[in-house]
Nanobody, 120 residues
């Protein structure tokens, strides 16, 4: 079983910054992709940013140039630095991790979600 613990959400004014972090633990042999999704009220969950095992990154067009995703391989963590935040960034942010467990099974896990609210 894989556990994900997120931290770093909160309330910030437009133009401000927040940093989200997600730590993975449990039955983990290796970690492939790590990413962040978000879901605003009344909207579908969407991919915000993703980082591969090799370190390649991708971003949603709406956050390019403002958000940066990074990972620490030793600590099994993924972080999302969010700068120049806008009210439309308000959402629940979810960590998502694709791991190979000790039984060589591919397991995709979700964090519990952390609220990010950007006031205008």
């Amino acid at each position: 079983q894989v556990q994900l613990v997120e931290s770093g959400g909160g309330l910030v004014q437009a133009g401000g910054s927040l940093r989200l972090s997600c730590a993975a633990s449990g039955s983990i042999s290796s970690i492939n992709d790590m990413g962040w999704y978000r879901q605003a009220p009344g909207k579908q969950r969407e991919l915000v940013a993703d980082i591969t095992r090799g370190g390649s990154t991708m971003y949603a067009d709406s956050v390019k140039g403002r958000f940066t995703i990074s990972r620490d391989y030793a600590k099994k963590t993924v972080s999302l630095q969010m700068n120049s935040l806008k009210p439309e960034d308000t959402a629940v942010y979810y960590c998502n991790v694709d791991v190979v467990d000790y039984y060589s099974r591919s397991v995709r896990s979700w964090g519990q979600g952390t609220q990010v609210t950007v006031s205008s």
